[in-house]
């Protein structure tokens, strides 16, 4: 039987607000994978999770956070426009990364980056510059194209 995983909920606070987030810890963990959900709502995304926990059996931490506040994704919800805002989340990656940083229980970990559907782009724009930061990217039904040449050759 799988233990589970400590969660932890966070709140990040950026300049248009805060931020919220799960974190989930499994002990001993020395790498952590940060998704980059593109509807900018990744906390409750049932594929994200799934995908976490086998990141957890591997003894490897996850952050879920939502990057946009809950202000912005009600905003969102009622404007009714499709898209994402590739600009405003590569930002709140930056952010995010910042905040764990300094987390002292973080910020020795390797970090990772898991963009999802349309925060693939998102996630690759961020690793490359955050350069060195990033140990590692991976795609989960996005499309790598849409971060454009320049960003994809900057991603080793």
Do not use: Y
């Not at 966070?10 to 499994?26: C, K, N, S, Y």
């Not at 994200?48 to 956070?65: C, E, F, M, N, Y």
């Amino acid at each position: 039987m799988q233990q589970a995983v400590p969660t932890r909920e966070v709140r990040i606070p950026i300049d248009a607000g805060t931020l919220q987030g799960d974190l989930f810890l499994p002990e001993g963990f020395t790498a952590l994978v940060l998704f980059v959900n593109g509807r900018g709502q990744g906390r409750h995304c049932l594929d994200d999770r799934t995908a976490a926990r086998q990141l957890h059996r591997a003894g490897i931490a996850s952050l879920a956070v939502d990057l946009l506040t809950p202000a912005e994704q009600q905003a969102h919800a009622l404007s009714g426009k499709p898209g994402i805002d590739t600009p405003l989340l590569t930002g709140r990656v930056l952010d995010v990364v910042e905040w764990i940083n300094r987390e002292p229980s973080l910020r020795r970990a390797a970090l990772g980056l898991c963009g999802v559907a349309a925060g693939c782009a998102v996630a690759l724009i961020a690793a490359a510059r955050l350069g060195r930061v990033v140990q590692a990217v991976a795609s989960v039904g996005g499309r790598p194209d849409l971060a454009g040449p320049a960003v994809l050759a900057a991603v080793k």
